[in-house]
């Protein structure tokens, strides 16, 4: 067993030198994420009473519980503050280990350096314990310093551990997800997907699972990123929780390695598939097609089931409003009607910022074949650079049309099957394809940096989360208006659509157009790089 572990320290430094501004700049950005919050909230609601209102109110909206979660302790200033970076800061952290984990594990081997460093005295195992080390140290220097933040900002220092710990627990459980689908499929995008995957369906079984009934049902215990929910700091600090993601752990880093020592290098737990003797590709556009479809195939059917489960719970949200003053605002709002559209409107954004994100992972094929060095063989034939760019860049926008469209349908067919009125669907609908221009933008971003500076293409997945984060605290954060319109998702229309929404989607459109514009400028003058 210590030969298979030979090598693990060296592959850790050089882990960590090459994340070392990924991951500290992370880890600073969350742990003063938190201390924002909190200070931010204080001077919003400075006493009991004010608090108290304001968690009733969220408790009582529905598409804030299904988005953040409950709040168990109304008086609570940590409680209130911390309420929007439990569940879904949880879920940016998961993703963050997720992308960690794979980029040393299955996306090394799929370069081909992996093969390289095994030439030297590297075990077996060294690479995976590597990446697993790197991952689980990250979330607990994350938990600590973000402990200590919170206490700087006068909240209790025993939620304050609460918190950042059940951050390091779920940081760990998703670094240990990603260990286990580095080894099942040969390529690193399938792997860095089905990790997303298993944040997005944990994410929504806590969401579900909060809107059931006032306390959490069985599908909140079905969750990682329900169980750090339910460790409940600042609201009872319930300290057993904690095991459950440790569990999770003892139980995921055995079989992942257990996968890998059955497996040869560059290989995958599911094999691929020999093609077929003659080939049937008629050019770059079908070869784009193949390469996408299977991504997107995936998107799509997760798309499918998780609008129809949110359109079927559309019309059962007026029964959770149960703050006598929150019913009479929805009242003059229009009513049960009113609440619906607030809930299918929060949740159908939250789609389209996702769809934004299979947008900027379609347009990064462009570089992703560049490095591979598949796009030098493909361009010394009569391909032209610009065909070959469009059907990866075609593929991207598409992909986001059609994402959204059949989100749009599956939210509308739940929403119209409980309410008995199929003209739901057409608003519905909409409303999902207003998000397009949004997504669109975010993958001419891609486009442009490719064509001008295609080594920080990864650096669009910033700006993304930047855009998230802006969003979700940019108004407690008091950040002037002018910032918040840079985010492309603020101008994305809110249910009912109406004429006002034409004028902001067409300018998003027409900023997506000059963004790929300008990359195919860049692309066509620069020369191949590595």
């Given amino acids: 067993m210590t030969s298979a572990l030979a090598g693990t320290g060296a592959l850790v430094r050089l882990a960590l030198r090459r994340d070392r501004w990924l991951l500290s700049g992370w880890i600073l950005l969350f742990a003063l994420m938190t201390g924002f919050s909190a200070s931010a909230t204080a001077d919003l609601y400075p006493s009991v009473q004010d608090r108290v209102a304001a968690a009733d109110t969220i408790n009582s909206t529905a598409s804030l519980v299904a988005l953040y979660g409950r709040i168990y302790d109304p008086a609570s200033l940590g409680a209130l503050s911390l309420i929007k970076l439990t569940a879904f800061g949880a879920a940016l952290l998961s993703v963050l280990m997720v992308v960690i984990a794979v980029r040393h594990t299955r996306a090394e081997e799929e370069s081909g350096r992996l093969e390289l460093v095994a030439g030297g005295i590297v075990g077996r195992h060294a690479p995976l314990t590597a990446a697993l080390v790197v991952g689980f140290g990250a979330s607990v220097l994350l938990g600590l310093l973000t402990t200590g933040t919170l206490v700087a900002v006068g909240l209790p220092s025993g939620g304050s551990l609460a918190f950042g710990l059940g951050w390091a627990a779920t940081g760990m459980a998703f670094t240990a997800v990603a260990g286990v689908t580095a080894q099942v499929s040969t ?53 057993w929780v904690l095991l459950l993601p440790l569990a999770l752990v003892a139980g995921l880093v055995p079989l992942a390695f257990l996968l890998r020592a059955r497996r040869d290098l560059d290989a995958g737990l599911i094999a691929d598939r020999p093609g077929p003797a003659r080939g049937g590709l008629a050019g770059v556009w079908d070869l784009a097609v193949r390469l996408h479809r299977g991504v997107f195939v995936s998107w799509a059917v997760a798309f499918l089931v998780f609008g129809a489960l949110l359109g079927s719970l559309a019309t059962s949200v007026t029964g959770l409003v149960t703050s006598p003053q929150m019913r009479d605002i929805i009242t003059r709002l229009g009513g049960e009607q009113a609440l619906s559209d607030a809930f299918l409107s929060a949740e159908l954004r939250i789609l389209g910022t996702i769809v934004a994100a299979y947008g900027i992972a379609a347009a990064n094929h462009l570089r992703s074949e560049e490095t591979t060095g598949h796009a030098e063989m493909l361009l010394a034939t009569a391909t032209p650079r610009s065909r070959w760019a469009t059907s990866h860049s075609l593929a991207a926008l598409l992909g986001i049309t059609l994402l959204l469209l059949v989100a749009g349908l599956a939210v509308g067919a739940g929403d119209a099957i409980v309410q008995h009125d199929a003209s739901q669907v057409g608003r519905v609908v909409a409303t999902a394809l207003g998000q397009v221009p949004a997504a669109w933008v975010m993958a001419g971003a891609v486009v442009a940096v490719f064509g001008w500076v295609p080594r920080l293409t990864g650096a669009v997945w910033g700006v993304l989360v930047a855009f998230i984060v802006l969003g979700e605290f940019g108004v407690l954060w008091k950040a002037p208006q002018w910032l918040m319109d840079l985010s492309p998702f603020v101008h994305s229309p809110r249910l009912p659509v109406g004429s006002s929404d034409v004028v902001p989607l067409l300018l998003l459109t027409a900023t997506a157009a000059l963004l790929s514009a300008v990359g195919y400028v860049g692309w066509r003058r620069r020369d191949l790089s590595p």
């Fill in 187 to 239: 390529g690193a995008r399938v792997a860095v997907g089905l990790g997303l995957v298993a944040v997005g369906v944990t994410y929504a079984l806590r969401a579900v699972g909060d809107l059931a009934e006032h306390g959490p049902s069985l599908l909140s215990w079905l969750s990682p990123i329900g169980w750090n929910q339910q460790v409940r700091a600042f609201a009872g600090d319930r300290w």
